[in-house]
């Protein structure tokens, strides 16, 4: 039993000259989904606004000036950041400020991280409003603190420096949108184009009658407009003989 494969030659120099041709229609879809999503981005999405304080590990009891001391302050930092992020730190936050939230919520709206080399941690909140996202790390600073103090039964970390009120949003990133969006609309564009040249199989040129079919022209029949303008350029051709 035989079986029949149909494969597809994909030329490459066609593929560009098909694109190269269809070139406005790429640009516009471009321009089309890139400001559809700027305009999503900026009405649809909510702002969001960060504030960062920061702690300092090593405590007024510790010497700076030892190696061990130092050490220990950067074993401990994962041990904090543990404990900052406990029930009873979040829930404390969430009573002190009087928010209508859950312990889940308020996760999801702080990160703390430690910079590399450094015995600082920074504790940064988003919300949609700048001062209640101030307010929410100050709050866990002070709370974290105490606590961090009352369970590893040492004195409190230092406060490096409060959190801080930006106006300027940190999300959603408008321009980065219309680029991706943009970008999308080209590949997306560029897709449609490729596979209707792909699946179209009808034949134009007599170079198309030899590629697909393996045949060779041996002769070609003009269109019909192209006969009308032969007609008409031999009746002028006989008006000025007869004159």
């Keep these: 039993m035989h079986t029949n494969q149909d494969t597809i030659e994909i ?6 000259y098909v694109l190269k041709k269809r070139i406005i229609l790429i ?8 400001s559809l999503t700027g ?6 999405i909510e702002s969001q606004y960060s504030s960062t304080a920061k702690l300092y590990i090593l405590t007024k009891s510790t010497s700076i000036t030892s190696l061990a001391d130092i050490q220990v302050g950067t074993s401990l930092t994962q041990d904090y950041m543990e404990l900052i992020k406990s029930r009873p730190v979040v829930e404390e936050v969430i009573e002190n400020l009087k928010l209508d939230r859950t312990y889940e919520q308020m996760l999801d709206q702080i990160s703390i991280t430690n910079p590399t080399g450094t015995r600082i941690l920074s504790i940064t909140a988003l919300d949609t409003n700048p001062e209640l ?3 929410i790390v100050d709050e866990f600073a002070d709370v974290s603190r105490i606590s961090i103090s009352k369970i590893m039964r040492t004195d409190e970390p230092s406060i490096v420096e409060y959190g801080y009120s930006s ?24 897709g449609i184009v490729v ?6 199989d009808t034949i134009k040129t007599a170079e198309d009658v030899e590629k697909y079919l393996g045949m060779n022209t041996l002769a070609s029949i003009p269109m019909k407009s192209e006969e009308t303008k ?9 008006g000025r003989n007869n004159s």
């Design 230 to 238: 032969i007609n008409k350029s031999k009746s002028k051709q006989k």
């Design 39 to 44: 305009i999503y981005s900026k009405v649809a």
């Design 27 to 34: 640009v516009l879809a471009m321009i089309i989904l890139g």
């Design 195 to 200: 596979v209707i040249h792909l699946l179209d």
């Design 167 to 190: 106006l300027q949003p940190v999300s959603p990133n408008v321009m980065k949108n219309i680029v991706i969006g943009g970008l999308l609309g080209m590949i997306i564009a560029m």
């Design 11 to 16: 030329d490459l120099i066609e593929i560009l």
């Design 133 to 135: 996202a101030k307010a």
